[in-house]
């Protein structure tokens, strides 16, 4: 998002630079070709905007709701273990009054480790069995969450690139010399790049 913010400001601020340059009161042709691309670069930006919008609601803001799930769920497991470590206290407990000589006390004792582990037993029982169940159907929600974000971000390229098409389209025919090749105006340039050079004030010493 900040890339396509930055880009799209460094453009509009190329086209203003320029529209201030000396070059565009001596030369109206050129100042008509960078006020073509100054119109230009604002509709790029506009578009930009729209685009930078609807994927902050229809991406970025979903995404934002569904990070929000992971303390909650983090902290059913947290529970679940916990739950888990004092069942097996308890556990351990019974088991070792079990190994004992059945007296009396001890079987007493025994009775009551078993009625502490019945609940610490079904609660862990309970919670062991929620996170078993909703954890797969949890996990293989993600796709159906993210799909429609996903596409909307598509849409909005789309949208967007058609936009930028248009845009650069019209101003092609606004500025450009028809009828040349890449390679032509690349000789061009370069002869005029040669002239240039041939300056006293630019020769090599």
């Known amino acids: 998002m900040e890339s396509f913010n930055t880009m799209s400001k460094s453009a509009v601020k190329i086209s203003c630079d320029l529209l201030s340059n000396p070059l565009c009161e001596q030369d109206p042709k050129f100042l008509e070709m960078v006020t073509a691309l100054d119109t ?34 983090n902290m059913a497991v947290k529970r679940r273990e916990q739950a888990l470590q004092d069942y097996k206290r308890l556990q351990s407990k019974v088991e070792k009054y079990e190994e004992k000589e059945k007296t009396g006390p001890i079987l007493a004792k025994l009775h009551q480790a078993r009625e502490e582990l019945r609940p610490v037993k079904e609660e862990f029982e309970a ?27 598509i849409r909005a390229q789309v949208v967007y690139y058609t936009e930028m098409y248009k845009i650069f389209g019209d101003l092609t025919e606004q500025i450009d ?29």
């Open 177 to 205: 010399v028809p009828g040349l090749t890449d390679e032509e105006r690349e000789k061009e340039n370069e002869a005029k790049l040669n002239e240039l050079r041939a300056l006293s004030i630019v020769a090599d010493d």
């Open 127 to 153: 919670k062991n069995k929620q996170l078993l169940e909703e954890m797969p159907r949890f996990y293989s929600s993600r796709i159906d969450y993210f799909k429609p974000s996903f596409e909307s971000l």
């Open 40 to 73: 230009a670069m604002k509709r790029m930006d506009s578009f930009n905007q729209e685009k930078v919008n609807q994927i902050q609601k229809t991406v970025i803001e979903p995404l934002k709701k569904f990070s929000g799930v992971f303390p909650s769920l």
